[in-house]
């Protein structure tokens, strides 16, 4: 695992470059005009926007942009595909959002589009159905580069984002859904709704974790974290354990959440859980504040709202616990 990274290198140009494509590839999410641009997207739904060439394969869409910037719109539709990118920019986009489906077919075993290029958005696209014999398939394995997810859903799979090691970019979730994912029933270990690595930034606002089956809702091994502004709703997990684990220590800020934790839990002693594992990380500063979390109706049962084996300075203001919740547990 990677030591937490200079806060310099978190503003690298990788960063800025991923930033800027949310804003350009926008214009590319209009439908495809007249008859003829509908009928060529039945037949060949992955269209490189910038030279207008449309093809059947997802792969041969990333091959053709190669180490270049572009972008991929996307036809309507489910699609069992999977595609590997291995240099370049690319942007990911569903023509209409919501209605584009990646579902099933897992590139080497390990999710539906695996990023190793210099960076990659992903945007109103859903990824469903990912199941791999050793227990950690995923919608996206990101395996180096920035990445940025707006407006997208990860359904019932094993993972819905796996990552590995990249101290130097940032991945930055925006406004999806995580739904029916996580498993501990394979000899390797736990997956969970998302599982970073040892990254240098994790961002996660305005997005919707539910129904569980197994695992944590988010894990995270990157030096800080933003998790702002989301849902946990554990009312229909099965098996869960944390909502976040942050393993190997953070800083950053876990602000204005709605947590639920249900019935049905492998481990319900925590909802928030900081340094349970190698401490790799300084955790000084981290903010947990203005947040709500209580248990689902019928539930009346001990837990802490933070679990701590650090002794960090955490922050902890203004959250809004049910009766039965601890705000802070030293471990």
């Given at each position: 695992?990677?030591?937490?990274?200079?806060?310099?290198?978190?503003?690298?140009?990788?960063?800025?470059?991923?930033?800027?494509?949310?804003?350009?590839?926008?214009?590319?999410?209009?439908?495809?005009?007249?008859?003829?641009?509908?009928?060529?997207?039945?037949?060949?739904?992955?269209?490189?926007?910038?030279?207008?060439?449309?093809?059947?394969?997802?792969?041969?869409?990333?091959?053709?942009?190669?180490?270049?910037?572009?972008?991929?719109?996307?036809?309507?539709?489910?699609?069992?595909?999977?595609?590997?990118?291995?240099?370049?920019?690319?942007?990911?986009?569903?023509?209409?959002?919501?209605?584009?489906?990646?579902?099933?077919?897992?590139?080497?075993?390990?999710?539906?589009?695996?990023?190793?290029?210099?960076?990659?958005?992903?945007?109103?696209?859903?990824?469903?159905?990912?199941?791999?014999?050793?227990?950690?398939?995923?919608?996206?394995?990101?395996?180096?580069?920035?990445?940025?997810?707006?407006?997208?859903?990860?359904?019932?799979?094993?993972?819905?984002?796996?990552?590995?090691?990249?101290?130097?970019?940032?991945i930055t979730i925006l406004r999806s859904t995580f739904s029916g994912l996580g498993t501990c029933v394979n000899p390797a270990g736990c997956a969970h709704s998302i599982y970073v690595g040892g990254y240098g930034k994790l961002t996660v606002r305005e997005s919707r974790f539910e129904r569980g089956r197994g695992?944590?809702?988010?894990?995270?091994?990157?030096?800080?974290?933003?998790?702002?502004?989301?849902?946990?709703?554990?009312?229909?997990?099965?098996?869960?354990?944390?909502?976040?684990?942050?393993?190997?220590?953070?800083?950053?800020?876990?602000?204005?959440?709605?947590?639920?934790?249900?019935?049905?839990?492998?481990?319900?002693?925590?909802?928030?859980a900081l340094g349970s594992e190698e401490i790799l990380n300084p955790s000084d500063g981290l903010r947990v504040t203005d947040n709500e979390a209580r248990f689902v109706p019928g539930v009346r049962r001990q837990s802490a709202f933070l679990a701590d084996w650090t002794g960090a300075r955490v922050a902890m203001?203004?959250?809004?616990?049910?009766?039965?919740?601890?705000?802070?547990?030293?471990?």
């Open positions: 695992m990677s030591h937490a990274p200079d806060p310099a290198r978190t503003r690298s140009p990788t960063i800025r470059r991923i930033a800027a494509l949310l804003v350009l590839f926008v214009p590319a999410l209009g439908n495809p005009a007249g008859d003829t641009a509908q009928a060529e997207a039945r037949s060949a739904p992955f269209t490189v926007v910038e030279t207008g060439k449309s093809y059947a394969s997802l792969q041969r869409a990333v091959d053709a942009i190669g180490d270049k910037r572009g972008t991929i719109r996307i036809a309507s539709g489910t699609y069992r595909q999977c595609a590997v990118q291995e240099s370049g920019v690319i942007a990911y986009l569903a023509a209409e959002p919501g209605k584009a489906a990646l579902e099933g077919r897992a590139c080497e075993g390990k999710a539906g589009l695996v990023l190793r290029g210099e960076g990659a958005e992903v945007r109103g696209l859903t990824f469903r159905n990912y199941h791999v014999p050793d227990g950690n398939g995923a919608g996206i394995r990101i395996e180096r580069g920035p990445l940025a997810i707006a407006y997208s859903r990860f359904l019932d799979s094993q993972q819905g984002i796996l990552s590995a090691s990249d101290p130097a970019s940032e695992g944590h809702y988010v894990k995270s091994r990157a030096g800080v974290v933003v998790i702002e502004d989301n849902s946990f709703d554990d009312a229909g997990g099965v098996k869960t354990n944390y909502m976040i684990d942050l393993p190997a220590g953070a800083t950053g800020s876990i602000a204005n959440n709605w947590f639920v934790q249900g019935k049905s839990k492998e481990n319900y002693s925590a909802f928030l203001a203004n959250n809004r616990l049910a009766a039965g919740l601890t705000q802070y547990e030293r471990r």
